[in-house]
């Protein structure tokens, strides 16, 4: 049976183009009535797609029109019907980030790659670290901090020095960005369901902001994140060529 589709795409000229032809060829069926959903774009409009389709248990199956492509499939007008009854699913829980700014008004996210604290100004950040209630670092100084996933870890994680994580592994990685003191250290494993605080020390002087997933709050004075395991997000990718074989090679280059 041919799967019902609804084709999204990216902004880019190349991903509308690959829309109206994938949308003549095999129909475009309406969001509440698909049964899959295919993404023509790069990572960035991937995790727009996920974010926009969450709550709704459909498969999204990308096909890259970017320029990385990490979490895209090779792109292909040909037999799609039969790529889409072979693709393996790998099914992902995303990060929940609840930011206070300096207003005391809390902000909460979503973030299926990472969050990251990054520095607003010309001052270094300061942060302190609590997991699980504990204090961990009483002071990081820094231009930011990141916590990533799995599947994210490969993505600004991996920019700043971070761990590659297999995208079956219960943990989570925490990444100083350009820390300075401690100077040498280069982060921490944490387990999937530990709940990570950050407190911004300082934060008149050394504003912060929180992004998740390129959506951000700026003036944070406290952030904390956790495992969002009631949200899943089923991706969809070609047989021989899923998370955990991307992340396995992407080690060896």
Known sequence: ????????????????????????????????????????????????????????????????????????????????????????????????????????????????????????????????IFVDGRLRMEELVCDGALIATPAGSTAYNYSAHGPILPIDSDVLALTAIAPFRPRRWRGALLPKVARVEIEVIDPERRPLMADADSRWVRHVRHVEVVSASDVSHRLLFDPGHGLEERLLREQFV
């Open 1 to 128: 049976m041919t799967p019902r589709i609804h084709f999204t795409a990216s902004k880019a000229d190349s991903a509308e183009a690959a829309l109206a032809r994938m949308a003549q060829r095999y129909g475009q069926a309406p969001l509440e009535q698909a049964d899959i959903v295919v993404a023509l774009g790069g990572d960035g409009f991937m995790l727009q797609t996920l974010h926009a389709t969450q709550g709704l248990g459909l498969p999204v199956y990308g096909m890259n029109r970017g320029t990385v492509g990490f979490l895209m499939n090779a792109y292909s007008e040909d037999d799609l019907p039969r790529r889409l009854l072979l693709a393996e699913e790998t099914v992902i829980n995303p990060l929940r980030m609840r930011a206070t700014d300096m207003n005391d008004e809390l902000h909460e996210m979503l973030a299926i790659n990472e969050v990251s604290m990054l520095r607003e100004g010309p001052q270094a950040a300061k942060l302190r």
